[in-house]
């Protein structure tokens, strides 16, 4: 099928993953237009500004990460006077956008009513989405994530309707229901049916782990928009292969991404900032939860996960990285210059 130009890759949330670190690292990587925050739970107060610092940092550098990649910040309840207040003090901290989850699987935000929990109501996605949109100000991008229904997908239209109706101006579909949770396969041509009926934008999103995924999955969706999660995790290059192929640009050539030799500083930077943010027992694990997703594609990152698996001593990363990038072919002066992390 002809390759559409002008692609769009957008990072997924990944709540325990995705955070704003590993945006910041795959952000610089490249191949990312667009990135959305992971969720700030919204229950019955109005939340302080240190809690959406705290989990967007980006808002302190103008809703971008250091990369210069906007990013929309994720908000999840189901109380729409109460999304409507948060939703509004948000705005003053200067999100690129503010996203809205309907599509949570866990079952601790399922019992409370928030994620994709809505999608049994899609009155309530109207209320929600309506609120919120009045709250802030018109030029403040307002968009949504919801999955193809809670039990079944019979009310995944409807449930798109509501949303479109409600005023959001874009809309991200992972193919998949909360029963079917993350197992394979992802039903993109369901999104296809979505995207007939709705008249506002639509992401496709769900199992895209190579570009053979992203073509398969535009042609099913029909989306030239695609959000990668676990992906990404697994592979920092996929972005930029992905939009290659897509605009049009690939050749028989290897498709262009990331090399180890060029994920070895990424690493480094990851160890970095992890370090300057969280307790020295959580560091390690942050660093093999990566690696773990990294030797999916990387042998280079199996290695170095079997050697790492059962060391929980940073100083001991720190020496194994520092012989890391010595030994890299790599020079230590084509390293890129170390940006200081975002703090809240």
């Known amino acids: 099928m002809k390759a559409e130009p002008h692609a769009t890759v957008l990072l997924a949330p990944m709540e325990g993953l995705l955070d704003f670190v590993l945006r910041d690292i795959l952000t610089r990587a490249g191949g990312i237009d667009r990135c959305v925050s ?43 006077g109460c999304m409507a207040e948060n939703a509004a003090r948000l705005a003053t901290l200067g999100p690129a956008g503010i996203d809205l989850n309907f599509g949570c699987p866990a079952a601790v935000v399922n019992r409370h009513g928030g994620g994709a929990a809505l999608l049994k109501e899609p009155e309530t996605l109207l209320a929600v989405v309506s609120a919120v949109r009045r709250a802030v100000p018109a030029d403040m991008p307002v968009s949504a994530k919801m999955r193809l229904g809670y039990h079944d997908d019979s009310r995944a239209v409807e449930c798109a309707l509501a949303i479109a109706e409600g005023g959001a101006g874009e809309l991200v579909v992972h193919a998949r229901t909360k029963a079917q949770a993350y197992k394979p396969p992802a039903y993109w041509e369901r999104i296809a049916d979505i995207r007939a009926a709705v008249q506002i934008p639509v992401v496709a999103n769900g199992e895209i782990w190579t570009v053979d995924d992203a073509r398969r999955c535009r042609e099913a969706s029909g989306c030239s928009m695609l959000m990668i999660g676990r992906g990404a995790v697994a592979d920092p290059g996929l972005g930029l292969a992905i939009k290659a192929s897509m605009d049009g640009t690939a050749t028989g050539l290897p498709q262009p991404g990331i090399t180890w030799a060029e994920l070895v500083p990424l690493l480094a930077e990851f160890w970095y900032v992890v370090c300057t943010r969280l307790d020295a027992r959580a560091r390690p694990g942050r660093l093999k939860q990566w690696l773990n997703f990294l030797r999916r594609r990387f042998p280079q990152a199996e290695a170095a996960y079997q050697l790492l698996k059962t060391i929980t001593d940073p100083a001991l990363i720190d020496e194994w990285l520092a012989v890391l990038v010595e030994a890299d072919a790599r020079r230590s002066a084509d390293l890129p210059e170390r940006a200081e992390p975002m703090l809240a």
């Open 38 to 80: 992971e969720f700030i739970r919204i229950t019955d107060q109005l939340l302080p500004e240190r809690v959406f610092t705290r989990i967007v940092p980006e808002l302190y550098n103008g809703g971008r990460t250091l990369a210069g990649v906007p990013v929309r910040a994720q908000l999840l309840g189901s109380d729409p």
